[in-house]
Nanobody, 121 residues
C-alpha cells in the first residue's frame, strides 16, 4: 500500500484547509485510514479515521467538530477537512493505513510521507 498526502501549505488562523491522501497498491487490505499530525518537539497525535467497510469515523476530542474525515471510494482518496484552524494546528500531517480500526499509531502499517500545514496568526 502506497499513500501520498497533498494539500498542505500556509493558511491564516481561522481559515480552512483540505488535505488529500491518495492510496494505491493493495488497497483491498485496508480496514481503516487515519490521519495523524506531529508538531515540532511533540509526539505524533491521532486526529481521526474512517473505516473502509462502512465509512464510519472516529475523532480525537481535540479536533472533533473542526476536522472532518471523508472518503471517495471510487478514486481511492481520503480527505481531511480542517476548519477554524489555530496556530497550534501547525504540524506535519500524515495519513496512514491500518488492518484495524484503531487510534494507536503502532497499529498503522503504512504511512505517507507527510505534508506540512502552517497556520499563521
Amino acid at each position: 500500500v502506497h499513500l501520498v498526502e497533498s494539500g498542505g501549505g500556509l493558511v491564516q488562523a481561522g481559515g480552512s484547509v483540505r488535505l488529500s491522501c491518495a492510496a494505491s497498491g493493495d488497497t483491498f487490505s485496508i480496514h481503516t485510514l487515519g490521519w495523524f499530525r506531529q508538531a515540532p518537539g511533540e509526539e505524533r497525535e491521532f486526529l481521526g479515521s474512517i473505516r473502509y467497510e462502512d465509512s464510519s469515523t472516529d475523532y480525537a476530542d481535540s479536533v472533533k467538530g473542526r476536522f472532518t474525515v471523508s472518503r471517495d471510494s471510487v478514486a481511492n482518496m481520503v480527505f481531511l477537512q480542517m476548519d477554524s484552524l489555530k496556530v497550534d494546528d501547525t504540524a506535519v500531517y500524515y495519513c496512514a493505513a491500518s488492518f484495524f480500526f484503531s487510534r494507536l499509531e503502532t497499529q498503522y502499517q503504512y504511512w505517507g510521507q507527510g505534508t506540512q500545514v502552517t497556520v499563521s496568526a
